[in-house]
């Protein structure tokens, strides 16, 4: 399995970017089970959960992004969505989408511990 994020984009603050997460090599039928995760990492800091996103769709945000971000997937077409409103210059990171393929998934999780793929990441930048 892979995964290839989109989107990347440089915007002021308060604006808006939409960024997708496809996967290839699983079906349709396999990418709805798993969880799937955003995360963002700046240099010299943790890489940080932000959302997340289970079987029956139940999502969880971290305290930064609730409100402000939403989680969405297409199990059909395979893609996993970040949708990002009122964007702060701390907001600024690369963004990286993450699955868990192992097991099905009952709730979500922020915890990049137990994702096993992960995509390349794609660039957010605020000012």
């Known amino acids: 399995v892979q995964l290839v994020e989109s989107g990347e984009g440089s915007v002021q603050a308060g604006g808006s970017l939409r960024l997708s997460c496809v996967a290839s090599g699983a079906s349709e039928f396999a990418f709805s089970r798993y969880c799937l995760g955003w995360f963002r990492q700046v240099p010299g800091k943790e890489r940080e959960g932000i959302a997340a996103v289970a079987l029956g769709a139940s999502t969880k945000y971290t305290e930064s992004t609730e409100g402000r971000f939403a989680i969405s997937k297409d199990n059909d077409k395979k893609t996993l969505f970040l949708s990002l409103n009122g964007l702060k210059p701390e907001d600024t990171a690369t963004y990286l989408c993450?699955?868990?393929?192992?097991?099905?998934?009952?709730?979500?999780?922020?915890?990049?511990?137990?994702?096993?793929?992960w995509g390349q990441g794609t660039q957010v930048t605020v000012s």
């Open positions: 993450a699955a868990r393929t192992g097991r099905l998934c009952y709730a979500p999780f922020l915890s990049g511990i137990e994702y096993d793929i």
